[in-house]
């Protein structure tokens, strides 16, 4: 991806976060309670690729919980990356990068090399793919 695309398609990702912006308080009280469970509990974390993993063991219930975010996001992603002439796997990889930006310490991302890291203090790894 060229270096003008990276960065156009990162200022259409930030002007869709900013315009939700304001739902994002919202968003956040609702969401699932075992979903707000299991991330602050490192049994799942961000991935590279825009979606939710889950680190660890497997359970029938981590795996609707992620199953049901990560459908969600795939629509919202198909979406704007069609309004933003980019490829899904382009916007999911900015939308990645964009959540892996803003964990929290103690929260668990993906790391370039693949592994999970949980967040510290410091900036998260980031993937040379990630926009500037």
Do not use: F, H, W
């Given at each position: 991806m060229t270096t003008i695309r990276k960065n156009r398609l990162a200022l259409g990702l930030a002007a869709t976060v900013l315009s939700i912006?304001?739902?994002?308080?919202v968003a956040y009280a609702q969401r699932d309670p075992a979903y707000e469970t299991a991330r602050s509990?490192?049994?799942v974390g961000e991935k590279m690729d825009g979606y939710l993993g889950i680190v660890g063991a497997e359970t029938p219930s981590l795996?609707?919980?992620v199953n049901d975010i990560?459908?969600?996001?795939?629509?919202v992603y198909a979406e704007k990356a069609q309004a933003a002439n980019a490829t899904l796997e382009e916007y999911a990889l900015t939308?990645?990068?964009?959540a892996i930006s803003r964990t929290?310490?103690?929260?668990?991302?993906?790391a370039p090399d693949g592994s999970w890291q949980t967040r510290t203090s410091?900036?998260?790894?980031?993937?040379s793919r990630c926009p500037a």
């Open positions: 912006g304001g739902l994002s308080a509990a490192g049994q795996k609707q919980i990560n459908i969600k996001r795939r629509a939308a990645g990068c964009l929290v310490p103690g929260e668990k991302y993906q410091a900036p998260p790894l980031r993937d």
